[in-house]
């Protein structure tokens, strides 16, 4: 069974930072690109940031620049760190993996950007 725990969201301060960890099982983790994606209300799902197999990394305009994603084959993990919040960085933040056809996705994290 394909898990993605993803853990690390929460209220955060305009200006502060926060990192967000993805937990994989149940699949060849070191092979798929692993993708970090948000969605904030009344808008639509948007990719954040991803990471390939070959630890390539592509951001979005939105974060680039003030964030990083990185991941770590043997603990099956992927990080997301952000900083430099602010209020538009509050959305639901999920995990994604994928291999070919084979997509997973895991439960969302909210995240607040609030005073």
């Known amino acids: 069974q394909v898990q993605l725990v993803v853990s690390g969201g929460g209220l955060a301060q305009p200006g502060g930072s926060l990192r967000l960890s993805c937990t994989a099982s149940g699949i060849s983790f070191s092979f798929y690109k692993m993708a970090w994606y948000r969605q904030a209300p009344g808008k639509q799902r948007e990719m954040v940031a991803q990471?390939?197999?070959?630890?390539?990394?592509v951001y979005s305009d939105s974060v680039k620049g003030r964030s990083t994603i990185s991941r770590d084959n043997s603990e099956k993990k992927i990080f997301l760190q952000m900083e430099r919040l602010s209020p538009e960085d509050t959305a639901v933040y999920y995990c994604n993996a994928v291999l070919q056809t084979r997509t997973h996705w895991g439960q969302g994290t909210q995240v607040t950007v609030s005073s």
């Open positions: 990471i390939t197999a070959d630890r390539r990394t």
